[in-house]
């Protein structure tokens, strides 16, 4: 059974920093890239960033770059959102996913199995 449990968000003042951490299980998650997504009310769901299956290579949004490191530790089969800087924007509920491939996708489509989400909420 793959699941995906998501932890660590929150509500954080504008310029703070929150980690999320999304552990996996159920499926090879040191051969599978992996991806942060989120959606804010009123909007569609959208990529944020994302990992190769080795953590070697990584893809961010525009409006995170700089700000937001994904990482994915495939002894723990984790993977971390680490998000500083944070702005009143960047309020959503984000979802990590999976993708049955070693290189990440900017389409939600590209993924197979998405977490439960969290929300996050900065104020301003």
């Known amino acids: 059974q793959v699941q995906l449990v998501q932890s660590g968000g929150g509500l954080v003042q504008a310029g703070g920093s929150l980690r999320l951490v999304c552990a996996a299980s159920g499926f090879p998650f040191s051969s599978r890239a992996m991806g942060w997504f989120r959606q804010a009310p009123g909007k569609e769901r959208e990529f944020v960033v994302g990992i190769s299956w080795n953590g070697d290579m990584t893809y961010g949004s525009d409006s995170v770059k700089g700000r937001f490191t994904i990482s994915k530790d495939n002894a723990k089969n984790t993977v971390y959102l680490q998000m500083n800087m944070l702005k009143p924007e960047d309020s959503a509920v984000y979802y990590c996913?999976?993708?049955?491939?070693?290189?990440?996708?900017?389409?939600?489509?590209?993924?197979?199995?998405w977490g439960q989400g969290i929300q996050v909420s900065v104020s301003s």
């Open positions: 996913a999976a993708r049955r491939s070693l290189s990440a996708s900017v389409s939600e489509a590209g993924y197979d199995y």
